[in-house]
């Protein structure tokens, strides 16, 4: 693989009193056991756009996604250090409620994860965990939140039906409105199209460009034409390091960086 220095970098300043940042990390660096995979990424989101984390495989996109919310918690072995910053306070503090936290800045996965519950429980189970009873919100939640991720019409008869008869691309869209029924400010998604045919890929970013009006979304792709389709902002990962984040547009037709462009262009490695 050809070397890229990892000094020789362009990081554009978003937070610079000219935008409304969601979320931005300073200094994170993500390390499993002894090995250090994310070497000081400091980034910030802008509120309402969509930013992809774009990269070759291992280079870190997914342990940095996943530090946002402190879901490598859940690894053992896992350390996180630096700061993330939301709405004024550090998300990776001991101080936080990390489950709380996890309401307002929310996850979806590769793989759709549908609970083996209907479709209209998997949406209301976090809900009620929570405390809500009435179920005349409830079902407003089920309505809104189903046809926000594009899947009312097609399931709004069969909702007390298994959500694991859901097709691939069906429960996708499930996760997303199970993710926002909690009404977060931030949707993480990693690579949430992977496993999906291109029929619901396109219908799924056509859910993810509605759904910037009301969230702040960071996804990791692996698809170019994808993060050229639907990001405002995207940033270039290569071993552990964040080289280049820009507006999508530059990445695609003038990165600043050799490894970027290489990447972008298919001559990378
Ligand atoms: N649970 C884990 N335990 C130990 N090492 C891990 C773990 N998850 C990731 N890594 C290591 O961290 C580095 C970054 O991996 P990561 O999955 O974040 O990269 P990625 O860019 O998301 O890759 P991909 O595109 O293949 O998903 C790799 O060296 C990987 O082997």
Redesign the pocket.
């Known amino acids: 693989m050809k070397t890229y220095d990892s000094e020789d970098r362009y990081i554009k300043d978003l937070d610079d009193g000219k935008r409304e940042i969601a979320l931005s990390t300073d200094d994170i660096h993500v390390s ?1 056991g002894t ?1 250090e ?1 994310i070497h000081g990424v400091s980034l910030a989101f802008e509120r309402f756009k969509i930013t992809a984390l774009i ?10 996604l996943r530090s946002l919310n402190r879901m490598n918690d859940n ?1 053992a072995g896992t350390k996180v250090t630096g700061k993330i910053m939301y709405r004024g306070l550090d998300v990776n503090s001991n101080e936080v409620d990390v489950y709380e936290m996890r309401k307002h800045i929310g996850m979806v996965f590769q793989q759709p994860n549908p609970f083996a519950k209907s479709i209209y429980d998997n949406i209301t189970f976090a809900l009620q965990r929570h405390g809500e009873k009435r179920k005349d919100v409830l079902d407003e939640t089920v309505e809104t939140t189903l046809k926000q991720a594009g899947l009312w019409e097609q399931v709004k008869d069969d909702l007390h039906q298994s959500a694991l008869a859901l097709s691939g691309g069906q429960a996708q869209r499930l996760c997303i409105a199970r993710a926002i029924a909690m009404k977060p400010d931030i949707l993480l998604l990693d690579e949430p199209a992977a496993v999906l045919d291109p029929i619901s890929t396109a219908t799924l970013e056509e859910t993810l460009m509605e759904l910037k009006e009301r969230y702040t979304i960071i996804i ?1 792709t ?1 698809n170019m034409q994808q993060a050229g389709r639907i990001s405002d902002y995207t940033a270039f ?1 290569h071993l ?1 390091n964040a080289l280049e984040y820009d507006e999508t547009r530059k990445i695609f037709t003038r990165p600043k960086i050799q490894a970027t462009e290489d990447y972008v262009s298919g001559h990378f490695g």
């Open positions: 499993y090995h995979a990269g070759a495989s291992g280079s870190g996109k997914s342990t940095y690894i990791v692996h990962f552990g």
